[in-house]
Nanobody, 117 residues
Framework: QLQLVESGGGLVQPGGSLRLSCAAS????????VGWFRQAPGKAREGVSC????????VYADDVKGRFTISRDNAKNTVYLQMTSLKPEDTAVYFC??????????WGQGTQVTVSS
């Protein structure tokens, strides 16, 4: 079965850190560009960061630059999102997405991140 599974979300205080994981099964993630997206209640889904399949170059949304780091571990078939200096406005469901150069696109089910004191 081809799927992506996110994990690592939870409740954290402002200023805290979390590491999200996006694990693939049924396909090899290093051939895919992987992105992290988030959706807060009542808001549209937005892109947070992505890492390319070709050269592992990375892109970040302006409001997470310097705080979030995306990386991949090909041996574990997993992409991570390390989040530091978390703010209440980072509260959202975080999704990962994997796409290849063809028509294949996969989404995970999401993991909740809540930043609150």
């Amino acid at each position: 079965q081809l799927q992506l599974v996110e994990s690592g979300g939870g409740l954290v205080q402002p200023g805290g850190s979390l590491r999200l994981s996006c694990a693939a099964s049924g396909f090899t993630l290093d051939y895919y560009t992987v992105g992290w997206f988030r959706q807060a209640p009542g808001k549209a889904r937005e892109g947070v960061s992505c890492i390319s399949a070709s050269d592992d170059s990375t892109v970040y949304a302006d409001d997470v630059k310097g705080r979030f780091t995306i990386s991949r571990d090909n041996a574990k078939n997993t992409v991570y999102l390390q989040m530091t200096s978390l703010k209440p406005e980072d509260t959202a469901v975080y999704f990962c997405n994997a796409r290849d150069s063809g028509p294949n696109v996969y989404w995970g089910q999401g993991t909740q991140v809540t930043v609150s004191s």
